[in-house]
């Protein structure tokens, strides 16, 4: 007989924000210049995985949407800053051209 259990315990679920975490990421959305895109985005998302979750009876698919447009936000001032810093890309090779070669 072993100790093993004779099933694979379920993968962790993601840290669960707080209850009013959906209403406020969309609150400091719609406060960022980016609101004409990332509100009709996230409002998309948020949907879909609430649909996902009423069929799946799983919380999981909600946190991962909260915890990505929570990222979002938080790199944004980072990705902002890089932008505006002007570093000039054009000397970097485009990846589908380097997979291309690859394949050749």
Do not use: N
């Amino acid at each position: 007989m072993s100790a093993q259990p004779d099933h694979t315990p379920a993968a962790p679920a993601p840290y669960a924000p707080a209850p009013g975490a959906p209403a406020e990421l969309l609150a400091r959305l719609r406060a960022d210049r980016r609101a004409a895109w990332w509100v009709p985005a996230f409002e998309a998302e948020w949907a879909a995985a609430l649909e996902e979750s009423r069929r799946t009876f799983s919380l999981t698919t909600l946190y991962e949407v909260v915890h990505a447009w929570q990222a979002r936000l938080a790199s944004a001032p980072s990705v902002d800053a890089f932008v505006a810093s002007g570093r000039d890309e054009a000397g970097f090779m485009d990846m589908a051209e380097l997979r291309g070669r690859r394949r050749r």
